[in-house]
């Protein structure tokens, strides 16, 4: 099995709470626990990237939302569905991704809140995944259970001290 060299990531209930219509919007985006110093720590080890479905925000927009967090200078890329006019599961975001990173399905593991995007699009694109299962957040119906083989992430965790042991564990997702 190939190394691992790079790490792409969802950003909405995944790195950050994601607020929805009607939600009053911080100042400042929520990072969930633990999540600023897992991703320095990662970022020393494999290439960080992004890719987000968004409905109008570009790359700029998601960029400020990562300063914001403090999160911008550990990912050297940054996919947002709006501008490249594909969204998660498309395995052509992944396959953008890949290409401008100049590497394969099989280096890379996706790590996402959504079975029906993250996972699915990153396990059809050849990527191993990992679902982040943040408590309190209220996550989709149709992502609540894997129900063929291409939804089925290597992992689900629930925190990401928990995420950082089982990407730096020697097993499968290594």
């Known amino acids: 099995m190939a190394q691992i060299k790079a790490l792409f990531f969802d950003l909405g209930d995944t790195l950050v709470r994601e607020y929805h219509k009607g939600e009053p919007v911080p100042s400042e985006p929520t990072v969930f626990p633990h999540v600023k110093e897992v991703i320095r720590r990662l ?63 099989h280096e890379t593991i996706m790590i996402g809140n959504r079975i029906s995007r993250d996972i699915l699009g990153g396990n059809r694109t050849g990527m191993r995944s990992i679902l982040v299962w943040h408590q309190g957040v209220d996550h989709h119906p149709e992502d609540k259970i894997a129900r063929t083989d291409d939804e089925r992430p290597i992992a689900t965790v629930h925190s990401f001290l928990e995420l950082e042991q089982v990407i730096l564990q020697p097993s499968e997702a290594a």
């Open 43 to 105: 970022a020393d080890r494999y290439i960080l990237a992004i890719i987000s479905n968004t409905v109008t925000a570009g790359s700029q927009r998601l960029r400020e939302l990562l300063k914001a967090a403090g999160l911008d200078p550990y990912f050297v890329l940054v996919l947002a569905s709006a501008e490249e006019g594909v969204e998660k599961p498309d395995p052509e975001i992944f396959n953008r991704a890949l290409t401008k990173l100049n590497l394969s399905a």
